[in-house]
Nanobody, 127 residues
Framework: QVQLVESGGGLVQAGESLRLSCTAS????????MGWFRQTPGKEREFVSA????????FYGDSLKGRFTVSRDNAKDTVYLQTNSLKPEDTAVYYC????????????????????WGQGTRVTVSS
């Protein structure tokens, strides 16, 4: 049974940072592209970031590169999202997702490309 478990969310003030984690089980993590998405009520799910199976390629959503950094530790079956200089508009539930592939291209920005999803971790940024 595949599980993706996110953690690290919370309530912070604008300008602060959070490190989100997503730990996988029930799959061979090193064979999966990992993505991060976020969603707020009434809005479409938004692509945040993705990382290739060996971590040497990354994509970021518009305006997020420079503030957010994705990384992974295949030995720990974990992907991370470092979020810096948080803004109130970053408030959302953040989800990680896994896609079985060794390819890496624009498809990683589409949510329907992924095989598995976590339950999400909530990030709230106050002004």
């Amino acid at each position: 049974q595949v599980q993706l478990v996110e953690s690290g969310g919370g309530l912070v003030q604008a300008g602060e940072s959070l490190r989100l984690s997503c730990t996988a089980s029930g799959l061979t993590f090193k064979n999966y592209v990992m993505g991060w998405f976020r969603q707020t009520p009434g809005k479409e799910r938004e692509f945040v970031s993705a990382i290739s199976v060996n971590g040497d390629s990354t994509f970021y959503g518009d305006s997020l590169k420079g503030r957010f950094t994705v990384s992974r530790d295949n030995a720990k079956d974990t992907v991370y999202l470092q979020t810096n200089s948080l803004k109130p508009e970053d408030t959302a539930v953040y989800y990680c997702a896994a896609r079985y592939t060794d390819a890496f291209g624009s498809f990683v920005m589409r949510g329907n490309s992924y095989n598995y999803w976590g339950q999400g971790t909530r990030v709230t940024v106050s002004s």
